[in-house]
């Protein structure tokens, strides 16, 4: 009668198991707003600007690299994360 209900409650957990694993992920889209990059000022500015639909958000998952040969890039990168 154990035995029974142990292969149950494996089966159950092999089922739950396999139908979280199944699901989407559903990855989170920000409300950027109206953004016209060529009134922006960009340092350094770059050779061509074209003004498009996208935009891109800094979260917590944004990985921010900065040289190490500047302490001004490692504030701007501090600042950015």
Do not use: H, W
């Amino acid at each position: 009668m154990k035995s029974t209900f142990f292969l149950k409650a494996i089966a159950v957990l092999v089922i739950l198991i396999v139908f979280t694993s199944c699901q989407e992920r559903k990855i989170p889209v920000y409300d950027l707003g109206e953004t016209d990059l060529v009134q922006e000022n960009l340092i350094p500015y770059p050779l061509s600007v074209k003004a498009g639909q996208g935009g891109f958000a800094l979260d917590q998952y944004t990985g921010i690299f900065t040289t190490a040969q500047d302490e001004a890039f490692e504030e701007v990168g501090v600042y950015l994360a």
